[in-house]
């Protein structure tokens, strides 16, 4: 569905929101009727004022608010997105929720048709201006059981506590100590959280059990703008180009000098004979590299780097690759056919043949099990370390963190 497909219907927001239901329910994504007809409900455009009623119910992200350097600071996330978390936060009528980050709306909105009248949403923005306009789109749409703050989202709302489900719509570093104690015994938070200093971010489902950790259902690729507030946290980026960027995590060992001198060697390939296909279920291939391996690292490209040839790794793990030293090996796709490629890599600097080999032998190492969802676990800050799950571990100032597979 485009902008063009729906121009016919423009100014009819029921059929549009009937075509943007429609998408969404093509992509497999709604698993219960409830979210569907929350979706068929809300009344998008009212949220959305200032984009066109195409735009408001198109399938994409809608930027709402910029910072400074142009860089996005609030938005409209897409829709497919939005009904994915909505579904994984699974609200029951009458549940209490807290949603950090309410941006325009409209997710609260949509929380507030699945809970009923009987329940309360509660919804926490860091910006007067867009608490504000969140807060007037809310009363204009005839939303009374929604209360818009302005705070920071990091300390929750005691006020409305103890909350059946809490949903987070911007990538967090942490889980805040105020998120734990705010949540109910039994209760669900969907959190968008990032599981390594490259930025790399998994949307999980934590359960909170009777021993007073958190244990995920289920882990999913997404995209977020992250957490402002005292719960920001900045990435380490190293340009070895000026279309070419490194994220990495700033604790693990690097030298940005001879990191920007990598892509003055020319490209070793590796090419493993490894096959996936497009629609197999190695979203994670990404995550489980950077729990199998020291200095894990994302390439951000853009167009004119592919194009000119000069780097091109695999956009469905997000330039995921290893570097040491002023070498970097990434891993790359060719196509086989129509709908499978072979996974390859692709080193620059000099140690490009050596990196390029322990990469292989990972992605191998991979091949043999090929897990599909990690085991993520979330622990307290100061939990014993014989009590933690077994995996990777992960600190944060609040929270301990395990990922096994």
Same mark, same amino acid.
């Given at each position: 569905?485009?902008?063009? #497909?729906?121009?016919?219907?423009?100014?009819?927001?029921?059929?549009?929101?009937?075509? &943007?239901?429609?998408?969404?329910?093509?992509? =497999? $994504?709604?698993?219960?009727?409830?979210?569907?007809?929350?979706f068929l409900a809300?009344?998008?455009?009212?949220?959305?004022? =200032?984009?066109?009623?195409?735009?408001?119910?198109?399938?994409?992200?809608?930027?709402?608010?910029?910072?400074?350097?142009?860089?996005?600071?609030?938005?409209?996330?897409?829709?497919?997105?939005?009904? #994915?978390?909505?579904?994984?936060?699974?609200?029951?009528?009458?549940?209490?929720?807290?949603?950090?980050?309410?941006?325009?709306?409209?997710?609260?909105?949509?929380?507030? +048709?699945?809970?009923g009248d009987a329940?309360?949403?509660?919804?926490?923005?860091?910006?007067?201006?867009?608490?504000?306009?969140?807060?007037?789109?809310?009363?204009?749409?005839?939303?009374?059981?929604?209360?818009?703050?302005?705070?920071?989202?990091?300390?929750?709302?005691?006020?409305?506590?103890?909350?059946?489900?809490?949903?987070?719509?911007?990538?967090?570093?942490?889980?805040?100590?105020?998120?734990? +104690?705010?949540?109910?015994?039994?209760?669900?938070?969907?959190?968008?959280?990032?599981?390594?200093?490259?930025?790399?971010?998994?949307?999980?489902?934590?359960?909170?059990?009777?021993?007073?950790?958190?244990?995920?259902?289920?882990?999913?690729?997404?995209?977020?703008?992250?957490?402002?507030?005292?719960?920001?946290?900045?990435?380490?980026?190293?340009?070895?180009?000026?279309?070419?960027?490194?994220?990495?995590?700033?604790?693990?060992?690097?030298?940005?000098? &001879? &990191?920007?001198?990598?892509? $003055?060697?020319?490209?070793?390939?590796?090419? $493993?004979?490894?096959?996936?296909?497009?629609?197999?279920?190695?979203?994670?291939?990404?995550?489980?590299?950077?729990?199998?391996?020291?200095?894990?690292?994302r390439l951000a490209?853009?167009?004119?780097?592919?194009?000119?040839?000069?780097?091109?790794?695999?956009?469905?793990?997000?330039?995921?690759?290893?570097?040491?030293?002023?070498?970097?090996?990434?891993?790359?796709?060719?196509?086989?056919?129509?709908?499978?490629?072979?996974?390859?890599?692709?080193?620059?600097?000099?140690?490009?043949?050596?990196?390029?080999?322990?990469?292989?032998?990972?992605?191998?190492?991979?091949?043999?099990?090929?897990?599909?969802?990690?085991?993520?676990?979330?622990?307290?800050? =100061?939990?014993?370390?014989?009590?933690?799950?077994?995996?990777?571990?992960?600190?944060?100032?609040?929270?301990?963190?395990?990922?096994?597979?």
């Amino acid at each position: 569905m485009t902008n063009d #497909t729906m121009g016919t219907s423009r100014l009819d927001p029921a059929q549009l929101r009937a075509g &943007l239901v429609d998408y969404i329910r093509r992509r =497999g $994504t709604f698993r219960t009727p409830q979210v569907e007809r929350a979706f068929l409900a809300v009344p998008r455009h009212l949220f959305l004022g =200032g984009v066109d009623l195409a735009t408001a119910y198109a399938p994409q992200i809608v930027i709402t608010k910029r910072a400074p350097d142009g860089s996005a600071i609030s938005s409209a996330s897409h829709p497919n997105l939005v009904a #994915t978390q909505l579904e994984d936060l699974d609200v029951h009528p009458g549940h209490r929720v807290l949603e950090i980050g309410a941006a325009t709306g409209i997710n609260a909105a949509l929380i507030a +048709e699945v809970a009923g009248d009987a329940g309360r949403v509660v919804t926490i923005e860091i910006d007067e201006d867009l608490t504000a306009g969140a807060r007037a789109a809310l009363a204009r749409a005839g939303y009374r059981n929604v209360e818009v703050i302005c705070g920071d989202g990091a300390a929750g709302y005691p006020a409305g506590a103890p909350y059946d489900r809490i949903i987070v719509t911007a990538k967090a570093w942490d889980i805040p100590s105020p998120w734990w +104690e705010q949540l109910a015994p039994g209760g669900r938070i969907v959190v968008p959280l990032r599981l390594h200093g490259s930025g790399l971010t998994r949307s999980i489902a934590f359960d909170l059990d009777s021993s007073g950790r958190m244990v995920s259902s289920h882990a999913r690729v997404c995209g977020f703008v992250p957490m402002r507030g005292s719960a920001a946290h900045g990435d380490h980026i190293t340009q070895l180009s000026p279309d070419v960027v490194l994220k990495l995590d700033a604790r693990d060992p690097h030298d940005d000098d &001879l &990191l920007t001198q990598a892509l $003055t060697h020319p490209a070793h390939e590796h090419w $493993t004979g490894l096959r996936v296909r497009d629609d197999e279920p190695v979203e994670h291939l990404d995550l489980w590299l950077a729990t199998s391996a020291s200095r894990f690292g994302r390439l951000a490209v853009t167009t004119a780097a592919r194009d000119s040839g000069l780097i091109n790794p695999a956009r469905r793990w997000a330039g995921a690759c290893l570097y040491d030293g002023g070498t970097i090996a990434y891993i790359a796709v060719r196509p086989c056919s129509e709908d499978v490629n072979e996974l390859g890599v692709i080193a620059h600097g000099p140690d490009s043949v050596k990196l390029a080999a322990s990469l292989s032998d990972l992605l191998h190492q991979w091949d043999n099990d090929r897990p599909s969802q990690p085991i993520i676990t979330a622990h307290p800050a =100061g939990t014993p370390g014989e009590e933690l799950a077994p995996g990777m571990l992960i600190i944060r100032p609040a929270t301990r963190v395990t990922i096994s597979w």
